[in-house]
């Protein structure tokens, strides 16, 4: 019975740590602010390793996908095409959970195919930004201000230079009116995270 009692009592510190860890790590929806996130595993960018606001005050457009995903693929020319239209106020990232083999296999053939370097930065074995957004099919898209702030989530059929543009429009004129406001870090930067936040996605970014 004591051997029962000691051995629960070294268990629930680490059932407690670990239902605190299951339950703090939640996904992000539409309104949500995401903080700066760290990102590794980055191919086709400067370094491989960054966070959010490593690609300046853009809008991030987050585009979740894989080598097997036809769909996926076939949209990659026009958002390569549409970063060249938005170069100063747009980013998209490629995120994928494939192995970084598959991946640059992947596009050594892709650009062969289309004669040109595909000029997006891509994060490959994701298992942290994956976590932290919820669907079902892919592609799916997540389209962050540049405050951090979570304003849509959509379906291919919404990545249009229409669509991008619209969506730039508001973000600008906020920028506008609050532009050396005393808050102005807050509301149009986004923020770093917290130590706590960082310590439950450590495992998820490892």
């Known amino acids: 019975m004591k051997y029962i009692i000691g051995l629960l009592a ?5 059932l407690s740590a670990a239902q605190i860890q299951q339950k703090n790590i ?25 966070t959010l606001s490593s690609f300046g005050d853009k809008l991030l457009i987050l585009d979740f996908w894989n080598i097997h995903c036809t769909s996926c ?71 962050i201000a540049p405050n951090g702030l979570i304003i849509a989530e959509s379906s291919d059929y919404f990545i249009t230079k229409e669509n991008i543009a619209n969506t730039l429009k508001p973000i600008r004129a906020e920028e506008a ?10 509301n149009l930067h986004i923020q770093k995270p917290d130590k706590e936040f960082l310590q439950l996605i450590s495992s998820l970014n490892d």
């Open 177 to 186: 009116r609050l532009k050396g406001n005393k808050y102005a870090d807050f």
């Open 26 to 50: 939640e996904p992000f929806y539409i309104g949500d602010r995401i903080p700066d996130l760290p990102l590794k595993g980055i191919i086709n960018f400067k370094d491989s390793t960054a």
């Open 73 to 143: 693929i076939q949209i990659f020319p026009l958002e390569d095409s549409l970063q060249g239209m938005f170069p100063e106020d747009v980013q998209f990232i490629l995120v994928t959970n494939d192995s970084r083999q598959k991946v640059e296999q992947f596009f050594q053939k892709y650009n062969a195919v289309q004669k040109k370097q595909l000029g997006l930065p891509v994060i490959i074995e994701d298992r942290l930004l994956s976590s932290l957004f919820r669907f079902r099919y892919i592609p799916h898209y997540v389209w």
């Open 10 to 14: 070294m268990l629930l510190p680490i």
